[in-house]
């Protein structure tokens, strides 16, 4: 147990297709991030929310989308995705200082 | 450039033997330095983190690392293996701040020999 909670936890989806990432916690932490695991590639940050304020978008393609409506809740919405979008969503939280729980990540693949 | 080196890709060890694995960070500021590991399947877990005082950290399962400035190097070390910890490593570093805006390394996937 983690923490922190990630759904679905696959996804197959079209190019035309809308959907929609969900991450919860429930460790009162104020900071919540996207991230994005491809294979062969480091991780990359896309989105940072402190306080449900977005405080970081590192160039992330308009077809992504994210949410914070509360501090324990992040959405990532997704719309018109390409192949090269297929990878690893990585949801964490922190209290201060970096990512410090991770959830267990939603496999994406865009048919 | 602000980038994370982990030389090794990949490092096969006896269940038992000591464990160090390489991390060589370029970072313009005072760096904020991380260790997670990961689990086939699951997310990253944070292993420990230096953000400033000692620079011999202890983190979880027994690891530690050793941040030296002047060789910019934040390696993880482990005494003795356990075949539970096979796993891909990665390396981060980043600024002050809750910005997030950590940059990783490559990561280093650990086999461990019964």
């Known amino acids: 147990e983690t923490g922190v909670t990630q759904t679905p936890r696959h996804l197959v989806m079209g190019m035309t297709n809308k959907k929609s990432l969900k991450c919860e916690q429930h460790?009162?932490?104020?900071?919540m991030y996207w991230y994005k695991q491809s294979a062969k590639k480091p991780l990359e940050l896309m989105f940072v929310y402190n306080f449900k304020e977005q405080t970081e978008n590192n160039s992330v393609p308009s077809r992504f989308s994210p949410e914070c409506p509360n501090s324990s809740h992040l959405f990532l919405h997704l719309h018109t995705l390409q192949p090269e979008d297929s990878a690893l969503y990585l949801c964490?939280?922190?209290?201060?200082?970096?990512?410090?729980?991770f959830g267990d990540g939603t496999r994406l693949s865009i048919l | 450039a602000q980038s994370v080196t982990q030389p090794d890709i990949h490092i096969t060890v006896s269940e038992g033997a000591s464990l160090e694995l390489r991390c060589n960070y370029s970072?313009?500021?005072?760096?904020?330095l991380f260790w997670y590991v990961q689990s086939p399947g699951q997310g990253l877990q944070l292993l420990l983190k230096y953000f400033s005082g000692d620079t011999l950290v202890q983190g979880i399962k027994g690891f530690e690392a050793e941040f030296k400035r002047s060789q910019s190097s934040f390696n993880l070390r482990k005494p003795s293996v356990l075949w539970s910890d096979a796993a891909e490593y990665f390396c981060?570093?980043?600024?002050?701040?809750?910005?997030?805006?950590?940059?990783f390394g490559q990561g280093t996937t650990l086999q461990v020999k019964p």
């Open positions: 981060a570093v980043g600024g002050a701040g809750n910005t997030g805006k950590l940059i």
């Open positions: 460790l009162g932490h104020n900071a």
């Open positions: 970072y313009g500021a005072t760096p904020y």
């Open positions: 964490a939280s922190s209290q201060e200082g970096g990512p410090q729980h």
